[in-house]
Every structure is written in structure tokens, then in C-alpha cells.
């Protein structure tokens, strides 16, 4: 599945959301961000987000 490949690059690199949808065959950026958002009801910067601020917090509580 596309979006499980999305979240795996967006967690293991730093590379755009541009380039993923260049790499992972979406037409374009704008594809890529609606079907994300139509399956995960977030955006991928919202998910990084929330996973880095749940990381930071648990990183936090050693």
C-alpha cells in the first residue's frame, strides 16, 4: 500500500512530500496529499507532528 510506503519514508528520511510523490508514482504532490488525507484524516505533516511530539514526550519520561 502507497500510504504505508508514505509514512515509512516520511519517519525514516527527510525527503519532501514532492519527492515521495515523484518516487512512490503519484501524479503529482496534490495527489499524494488527498489520498493521505482521504485514508489517515490527517495531512503528513500532522502525523509527523503528533509522532514526534508523542516520541518527545515519551523520550522525556526516562
Known sequence: MRIQLVCEKLWRSDMA?????????????????NDFKDRLKVSPKELVSYFMSDFSNKSSHR
Open 17 to 33: 512530500v514532492s519527492d515521495l510523490a515523484f518516487e512512490l508514482g503519484y501524479f503529482d504532490q496534490a495527489h499524494l496529499l
